[in-house]
């Protein structure tokens, strides 16, 4: 499998809706911003409302994908909580995240899979995917989450793919998107004929959208992402 950088042309293959969610400052905004842009910033604005990006990506077969990547971050804020059921529903591939630094986030993991089939609703059998960031910054001194936990959780909550990821580096984080279109291969495997209708795409590779009140810079510290 690859992934490629797409240009300003109207993709052919199928369009894939890829929400991530996971705690406030675990890495999903620079996890996304290193798969489309190959670039890693220290200084990335916080996201408060949704942020989409795009990505073709193509199989072992050659068959062409697009990713629209979709964060969800509210920051907290009550204002946007109504807009949680439109963003979930739709899409074809959950990621939930944690930062291998902070346990908190992970154990966060089960409220935020908890959060989505509530309000997403999806139909049984539906592909998650469970990634762990900030791998750079997860030596014998720092890590707060142990390899063997995330591989347990996942077996407990029936998620086939599980993986560890640093956007600073670009470890995983291609691997991270090529899991999660396997999983979603393997979850239609079954009913292929009645599930791969296209969509049109109409968004370009580079859309962003952020809703709501201004993002703010944060200060720099040594972690490896705020967001």
Not at 106 to 124: G, I, M, T, V
Request: glycine share 4%.
């Amino acid at each position: 499998m690859s992934v490629t950088s797409g240009d300003k042309k109207q993709f052919d293959g199928r369009l894939l809706k890829v929400v991530i969610l996971g705690d406030m400052g675990v890495g999903k905004t620079c996890l996304m911003r290193r798969l489309v842009y190959d670039q890693f910033d220290l200084y990335a604005f916080h996201t408060i409302g949704v942020e989409f990006l795009t990505k073709e990506i193509e199989d072992d077969d050659h068959n062409s994908y697009t990713l629209q990547v979709d964060i969800w971050d509210t920051a907290g804020q009550e204002k946007f909580r109504s807009l949680r059921t439109p963003f979930y529903r739709g899409a074809d591939l959950c990621m939930l995240t944690y930062s291998l630094i902070d346990r908190h986030s992970f154990q966060n993991l089960s409220y935020w899979r908890k959060e989505f089939l509530f309000h997403a609703r999806p139909k049984d059998n539906f592909p998650f995917i469970v990634v762990g960031t900030k791998l750079d910054l997860a030596d014998v001194h720092t890590r707060d989450v142990p390899e063997d936990w995330a591989e347990l959780w996942c077996q407990q909550n029936a998620v086939q793919f599980h993986t560890e990821t640093s956007s600073k580096t670009s470890a995983n984080v291609e691997k991270a998107f090529l899991m999660a279109l396997d999983a979603w291969k393997r979850s239609n495997a079954s009913d292929q004929l009645a599930n791969l209708s296209f969509r049109k795409m109409e968004l370009q590779p580079d859309d962003l959208v952020r809703i709501g009140v201004r993002s703010q810079r944060r200060k720099i510290t040594k972690k490896c992402c705020f967001f």
